[in-house]
């Protein structure tokens, strides 16, 4: 099955929640928001002079240039490119080790934090006067790249070496929710005690990550954050570029914080298809009124679920226009009815399921049969206090 990446740009588009919740089919199209990396006058000056290491990937891009090539172009001295999972042209699949390599269009080195290390080490940091982040996020606790941007703040911050984030807008920033991750669950696909889905930019959860001692040993690196322009966190964000290959467009982007708990179960979510994290279905789910066959797509999904098998599930990829827009929260119901069906399986949930909702709780609220209403409900006090917390670093005007 053949299996096309857009990674062109497309225009910014901004759904305001309003209009997304009248259901407007005409919602408006708002071009104006700026991204960090494209505000050149607020940090080029800052760069001058300066042995610059970048972590970035294929979202990193200044309009139609890549924001290692405009640096480099510029003639600043970028010495080290830190590339997160993926890579740092956003070539490899989900999980896949990526080693140390040479930028074929630069020369410039890279250095995977998704291969031996998560963590830079101090020799790879030799040399470095400040480290940049620009990577587009998406906004799910368990999407790595904040994991990622942790991790070199710490090192940043063992270090002596200034830590800049070029800041870019949520596609998740429109609400809060989940499971508040319990700190004994930490791992690479949740470091911090945050919800499934935090509504921060990776600009304002660095803000958060310094301020409240989460780096090793309670350190602070000197941090930057240069701000979007136009944007606020009433606003739906479409993103331009593909975050990776699994999640193609957005309709796979907004399904991603309700979807990924499949990954923790027996449930294939579509990966090895032309349409990851917009389906979900097994073999013997017989009810399913949708049909797939993942298979093995070099660059993209190397093992799916079920690989050559056919799959009966279903699509959700009318599911957004139709509802998520109108109801911004986490969707359970999908995960609680297919358990169901299985008889309450006793292999339905992996032990990576509780890792990605950092915590046993909610594996233990499915089992004892909780509806959707009593788990969320179980989420509120933690969630009211994380809010406390998340707004003492907002950047940018909260959403109603």
């Known amino acids: 099955m053949k299996y096309k990446i857009c990674i062109l740009f497309l225009s910014f588009v901004v759904i305001s929640c309003s209009e997304a919740q009248n259901r407007d089919d005409n919602s408006t199209i708002n071009s104006t928001i700026i991204v960090g990396a494209e505000r050149t006058t607020e940090y080029f000056p800052l760069l001058k002079g300066k042995k610059i290491g970048i972590v970035a990937n294929q979202t990193s891009f200044i309009k139609n240039t890549h924001l290692v090539d405009s640096l480099h172009n510029s003639g600043f001295d970028v010495v080290k490119v830190f590339g997160p999972e993926h890579g740092f042209r956003g070539k490899a699949a989900d999980g896949e080790h990526v080693d140390n ?43 790595t790249y904040i994991s990622t941007m942790s991790y070199v703040m710490e090192v940043c911050a063992e270090n002596d070496i200034d830590f800049m984030v070029l800041d870019r807008p949520n596609p998740h920033g429109d609400y809060i929710d989940g499971p508040v991750l319990e700190k004994k669950h930490s791992s690479f696909v949740g470091l911090h005690q945050v919800p499934v889905v935090h509504g921060m930019t990776v600009g304002e959860y660095a803000q958060m990550v310094n301020g409240e001692g989460w780096l090793k040993g309670d350190r602070k690196c000197k941090l930057t954050v240069i701000p979007c322009l136009n944007y606020d966190h009433n606003v739906i964000y479409k993103l331009p570029i593909a975050p990776s290959p699994n999640l193609p467009n957005n309709t796979a982007i907004q399904l991603y914080p309700s979807l990924c708990f499949f990954e923790g179960t027996f449930v294939s979510v579509g990966r090895g298809t032309d349409f990851p994290f917009q389906v979900y279905g097994h073999p013997d789910y017989l009810l399913g009124s949708f049909t797939f066959r993942p298979e093995k797509i070099p660059g993209v999904t190397n093992y799916p679920k079920y690989e050559g098998e056919l799959c009966f599930g279903q699509s959700l990829k009318g599911y957004v226009d139709e509802i998520l827009l109108t109801e911004r929260r986490l969707h359970l119901n999908w995960l609680i009815d297919i358990y169901a069906y299985f008889n309450k399986a006793n292999d339905f949930f992996m032990p990576y399921f509780v890792k990605l909702a950092g915590t046993n709780n909610l594996q233990i609220q499915i089992y004892e049969g909780k509806s959707e209403e009593e788990i969320r409900a179980s989420w509120q006090d933690d969630l009211n206090k994380f809010r406390q917390i998340r707004k003492k670093y907002l950047i940018y005007t909260d959403f109603n």
């Open 101 to 143: 390599d040479i930028d074929a269009k630069t020369g410039i080195q890279i250095v995977s934090l998704y291969g031996s290390n998560r963590k830079p080490s101090s020799k790879d940091m030799e040399g470095i006067e400040l480290m940049i982040f620009d990577i587009q996020d998406v906004g799910a606790r368990f999407y």
